[in-house]
């Protein structure tokens, strides 16, 4: 607190253990939730959507990230408080999806199993998605997240350099990555990559790596940031070591480079994490993908402002405002898409097996 002009501390209060002791968050207070809130495209299956957490801290030491809030210990509210709440949005504001955004939602595992059932036991009709790390997934919890209506799952995988992964403190093999993806494509369950260019020894080597390690793994998703030494964290208090740092607060917003490794330059960083978009998502595999998970007309347009904005920006560079060109031809697309989509969804539907066929 501040007295008599001069910043008083007064001490860091205990952790808050028994999570179920707290109310409901008061989702009635916000204005026109949830009609109000509509997130990206790509973050939800369906409408209404909302966001939630079931529990706080994080018990792993990776070096860029910042624990000063949450902490080290992990405390989580009960399988039944998490059904509970979740039902309790079902009923209230009849929400249909939900992102969790706990740090590592799987880690409990006996947990996430009796929240998996008992949502399947009350017959809740919710699509979710959650992050966790690759090495707490397995063939078992995937098929349980699956059926209680996990359709994305967010994997920090930060960098395909093993080097890099070691020097950060990840506590993961690159095989472990692989077969963490592999497994959750299987159970029918996208899988986002988190990645971060940039790291304390990064060489264009090392980067390049990464993204070809992104392109062969079987994501649905691609997300890249620069790295970015946060105070409060291991990163920041050795970044000078390894890289010329900027130490501003104010643009340390992941996409600004204030830390540039040695040997490279704040350009090449821009331009990689650019080119590593244009290399992932301009696929055959990627693109189809995207299309085919399109549902309704509104989705299909707020889809494809998006995917003009990101190509827009991809192609015509930082700063460039877009062309004439695109913005006239967004009705055109928005009904080819939809007819697109029309198609598809008739073919999904036919395909689909009738009760007579089990």
């Not at 010329?244 to 830390?259: I, K």
């Not at 707020?302 to 904005?309: C, K, V």
């Not at 898409?337 to 073919?347: E, I, L, P, V, W």
Request: charge should be positive; aromatic fraction near 10%.
């Amino acid at each position: 607190l501040r007295q008599d002009g001069e910043i008083v501390s007064t001490g860091r209060p205990p952790l808050f253990r028994n999570l179920d002791h707290l109310p409901f968050p008061a989702w009635d207070l916000l204005p026109g939730f949830p009609g109000g809130y509509r997130p990206a495209a790509h973050t939800y299956r369906r409408l209404p959507a909302a966001t939630m957490f079931t529990s706080r801290g994080c018990p792993e030491q990776c070096t860029f990230c910042d624990r000063g809030v949450f902490g080290n210990s992990i405390r989580a509210f009960s399988a039944g408080y998490v059904v509970d709440q979740i039902e309790y949005l079902i009923r209230r504001f009849g929400i249909r999806d939900l992102t969790i955004y706990d740090d590592i939602f799987p880690l409990l595992k006996p947990r996430l199993f009796e929240i998996c059932e008992t949502i399947q036991r009350r017959g809740l009709d919710l699509t979710w998605s959650c992050n966790s790390r690759v090495n707490l997934v397995d063939a078992a919890v995937l098929k349980a997240m699956r059926a209680a209506g996990c359709y994305q799952i967010g994997y920090g995988i930060e960098s395909g350099d093993q080097a890099i992964l070691d020097h950060i403190s990840k506590r993961v093999r690159l095989e472990q990555v692989e077969e963490a993806v592999r497994l959750t494509d299987e159970a029918g369950i996208r899988a986002k990559g988190f990645f971060i260019l940039g790291h304390p020894g990064e060489t264009p080597a090392s980067v390049r790596r990464t993204i070809d390690f992104a392109k062969r793994l079987r994501l649905s998703d691609y997300q890249t940031c620069l790295f970015t030494p946060f105070p409060g964290t291991e990163a920041h208090a050795e970044a000078k070591t390894y890289g010329a740092f900027d130490d501003d607060w104010r643009s340390m917003n992941l996409l600004t480079p204030v830390f540039v490794p040695f040997g490279l330059t704040a350009e090449q960083m821009v331009s990689w994490a650019a080119g590593s978009y244009r290399e992932f998502y301009l696929r055959p595999r990627i693109i189809w993908r995207y299309l085919t998970g399109l549902r309704r007309p509104a989705h299909v347009m707020q889809m494809l402002r998006g995917g003009l904005a990101l190509a827009t920006s991809l192609l015509a560079g930082p700063g460039s405002q877009p062309r004439a060109g695109a913005r006239r031809a967004l009705p055109a697309l928005h009904r080819l898409f939809t007819r697109f989509n029309q198609t598809a969804m008739g073919a999904r539907t036919a395909a689909a097996p009738t009760p007579s066929q089990g």
